[in-house]
C-alpha cells in the first residue's frame, strides 16, 4: 500500500498539511475533499482518543487519498507510534528528543526487527498497510521502512545538537519549535535570539538533506521561508482557528448588536 506521504516528499515540488485535534472523521474529511492538503496531522500530544479513533482517522485519509500523520508525547511515545501505525497512519512527528542518540533509539522502536534493519516493531496483525496481503514478512518490513518520521527541535539542547540530529539515517523532517524552545530558554516568543535558532535549524537541515517544516497560520506567512529554501509547510491548528473565528466574529457581532 502506497504511502501518500513518502509519495509527495519524494514527488512534489511543494508538501502541505495542517493540523486537527478532533477524532471525528468528518473534520478530516473536510481537509481530505479540499483537494489542498497532502496529509493531515492528528495531534495525540493534546487531544484525547483511543485506538478506535485512530483506525477511523486513518481510513477517512485514505477515503481522501490525503496521508494521516500523528504527534505523540514523548513519555509513551514508542506504545503510541506504534498502535498508531498498526491503525494505518503513515508517519509520526516525536517532541523533545534533544540528542542523536535518542532519536536513533526512538527510530529503532518503529523500524522492523530485522537484520538489516535492526528495529523493535514485530509483524503487526492489525490493519496497518493491510498487511494480510504481504506475500512475506520481508515485503511488510521493507513498507514498514516507508514510514515518514519527523521530531521536533524545540529545546536548547536540541538546537545545539541539531547538525548531529539531522545526521540520524531516517530522520525525514524536523520541525523548531519557537513557544517551547523559548520558554526552555528563557526568551520572549517573538525574541531575536529565537528567530536566529530557527533559521540555524532550518539552514542546518537543508545542508544535511532534510526537509525543515515550518508550521504558519497565515498564507503570507510563508513568503520568507521560501526564500530560505522551506517547501514543506503545516497551516493552521483546528483549535486555533475555531478560537480565532468565534472571538473575532462574535466581538464584531456584539458591536453590531450593541449599535456601536
Given at each position: 500500500?502506497?504511502?501518500?506521504?513518502?509519495?509527495?516528499?519524494?514527488?512534489?515540488?511543494?508538501?502541505?498539511?495542517?493540523?486537527?485535534?478532533?477524532?471525528?472523521?468528518?473534520?478530516?474529511?473536510?481537509?481530505g475533499?479540499?483537494?489542498?492538503?497532502?496529509?493531515?496531522?492528528?495531534?495525540?500530544e493534546?487531544?484525547?482518543?483511543?485506538?478506535?479513533?485512530?483506525?477511523v482517522l486513518a481510513?477517512?485519509?485514505?477515503?481522501?487519498?490525503?496521508g494521516?500523520l500523528?504527534?505523540?508525547?514523548?513519555?509513551?511515545?514508542?506504545?503510541?507510534?506504534q498502535?498508531?501505525?498498526?491503525?494505518g497512519?503513515?508517519?509520526?512527528?516525536?517532541?523533545?528528543?534533544?540528542?542523536?542518540?535518542?532519536?536513533?533509539?526512538?527510530?529503532?522502536?518503529?523500524?522492523?526487527?530485522t537484520?538489516?534493519?535492526g528495529?523493535k516493531?514485530g509483524?503487526v496483525s492489525?490493519?496497518?498497510?493491510?498487511?494480510?496481503?504481504?506475500?512475506?514478512?520481508?515485503?511488510?518490513?521493507?513498507?514498514v521502512?516507508k514510514?515518514?518520521?519527523?521530531?521536533?527541535?524545540?529545546?536548547?539542547e536540541?538546537?545545539?545538537?541539531?547538525?548531529?540530529?539531522?545526521?540520524?539515517?531516517?530522520?525525514?523532517?524536523?520541525q523548531f519549535?519557537?513557544?517551547?524552545?523559548?520558554?526552555?530558554?528563557?526568551?520572549?516568543?517573538?525574541?531575536?535570539?529565537?528567530?536566529?535558532?530557527?533559521?540555524h535549524?532550518?539552514?542546518t537541515?537543508l545542508?544535511?538533506?532534510?526537509?525543515?517544516?515550518?508550521?504558519?497560520?497565515?498564507?503570507?506567512?510563508?513568503?520568507?521561508?521560501?526564500?530560505?529554501?522551506?517547501?514543506?509547510?503545516s497551516?493552521?491548528?483546528?483549535?486555533?482557528?475555531?478560537?480565532?473565528?468565534?472571538?473575532?466574529e462574535?466581538?464584531?457581532?456584539?458591536?453590531?448588536?450593541?449599535?456601536?
Amino acid at each position: 500500500m502506497e504511502n501518500t506521504i513518502r509519495e509527495a516528499f519524494e514527488k512534489k515540488d511543494m508538501v502541505l498539511s495542517t493540523r486537527i485535534n478532533s477524532t471525528w472523521p468528518v473534520i478530516t474529511e473536510i481537509v481530505g475533499s479540499s483537494g489542498i492538503y497532502d496529509y493531515i496531522e492528528f495531534l495525540a500530544e493534546y487531544a484525547p482518543f483511543d485506538h478506535y479513533d485512530l483506525e477511523v482517522l486513518a481510513m477517512a485519509c485514505e477515503l481522501h487519498n490525503i496521508g494521516s500523520l500523528i504527534k505523540v508525547d514523548y513519555a509513551n511515545r514508542i506504545y503510541v507510534a506504534q498502535k498508531a501505525l498498526a491503525s494505518g497512519f503513515q508517519g509520526v512527528l516525536f517532541t523533545d528528543h534533544t540528542k542523536a542518540d535518542e532519536v536513533k533509539e526512538t527510530i529503532r522502536g518503529i523500524r522492523a526487527a530485522t537484520p538489516e534493519l535492526g528495529g523493535k516493531l514485530g509483524y503487526v496483525s492489525r490493519r496497518w498497510i493491510r498487511n494480510a496481503t504481504f506475500s512475506s514478512q520481508q515485503e511488510y518490513a521493507k513498507e514498514v521502512s516507508k514510514t515518514v518520521i519527523g521530531f521536533m527541535i524545540e529545546k536548547k539542547e536540541a538546537v545545539e545538537n541539531i547538525e548531529e540530529i539531522c545526521k540520524v539515517p531516517g530522520v525525514d523532517f524536523v520541525q523548531f519549535g519557537p513557544a517551547d524552545y523559548s520558554m526552555n530558554c528563557g526568551y520572549a516568543k517573538n525574541s531575536k535570539e529565537v528567530k536566529e535558532a530557527e533559521k540555524h535549524v532550518i539552514k542546518t537541515a537543508l545542508k544535511n538533506g532534510v526537509q525543515p517544516r515550518v508550521e504558519i497560520t497565515q498564507a503570507q506567512q510563508a513568503q520568507p521561508y521560501l526564500e530560505m529554501g522551506v517547501t514543506h509547510f503545516s497551516l493552521g491548528t483546528e483549535v486555533k482557528i475555531l478560537k480565532e473565528y468565534w472571538n473575532n466574529e462574535g466581538s464584531k457581532l456584539l458591536d453590531i448588536l450593541r449599535g456601536k
